[in-house]
């Protein structure tokens, strides 16, 4: 009987000492708020590599991140020749998809199509994507196909060359953004081979 007192007494003890020992640590780290505490591994948290965005003596300028210089393309970049004009929008339609007509680009097509643009413009093309319906200011999304439906610009979006397509998927058009950033010009292209398939919708 008495051992056991003195069993569950230690046990108290060890619980009782922990607990203090586990307070001490977690109210220390309150002592000053911008303090990110012990930090493990110094090195790694700064790197020998400048970060884009720290100061750098090696410029001028003071800065890491440079603009580049005039006349110089970043390496894979692909430019895109015609202006967001009415000009450059027509001028866009000599375009020529410059990708095989393949099974697989396609796909790759619709794939990008489902994700960034029939939100908008509805998996079948019709204009009546989740956000249309959703009526929250997104309206006016035509139909790729059908004798009713027209560009704002002009013309029958059913038979809207792939240029202007891909002129619109860089430049976006009033409540539609550009989607440059999203798709890279072959991803473009593959989008724009679906696009004229749902073009073809009777
Ligand atoms: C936020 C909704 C939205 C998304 C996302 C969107 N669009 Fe649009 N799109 C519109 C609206 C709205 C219009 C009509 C703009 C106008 O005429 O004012 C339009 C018009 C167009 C036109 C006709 C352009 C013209 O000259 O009349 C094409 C082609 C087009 N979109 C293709 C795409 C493709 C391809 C994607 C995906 C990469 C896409 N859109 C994503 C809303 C969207």
């Not at 750098?56 to 440079?66: E, L, Y």
């Not at 430049?171 to 989607?179: E, Q, T």
Request: aromatic share 10%.
């Amino acid at each position: 009987m008495k051992g056991s007192i003195l069993a569950m007494n230690k046990k108290y003890i060890v619980y009782t000492t922990f607990s203090v020992l586990v307070a001490v640590v977690m109210l220390s780290a309150c002592r000053d708020k911008r303090s990110t505490g012990l930090e493990y591994a110094r090195n790694m948290y700064d790197p020998i590599a400048y970060n884009q965005d720290q100061p750098n003596k090696n410029f001028a300028n003071g800065a890491t991140a440079q603009t580049p210089p005039a006349n110089t393309d970043p390496i894979g970049f692909v430019k895109y020749e015609y202006a967001n004009t009415k000009e450059g929008y027509e001028a866009s339609a000599a375009l020529v998809n410059p990708l095989a007509a393949t099974e697989q680009n396609l796909l790759e097509g619709k794939h990008f199509y489902t994700v960034f643009c029939s939100p908008c413009h509805g998996e079948k093309g019709d204009g009546q994507g989740h956000i249309v319906k959703l009526d929250k200011g997104i309206s006016a999304v035509p139909a790729y196909y059908g004798p009713d439906a027209n560009s704002s610009r002009g013309g029958a979006m059913s038979t809207m060359p792939a240029g202007k397509i891909y002129h619109t998927i860089v430049y976006g058009l009033n409540a539609m953004g550009s989607h440059a950033s999203q798709l890279t010009p072959t991803e473009r292209w593959k989008v724009v081979m679906y696009v004229q398939q749902l073009q073809q919708t009777k």
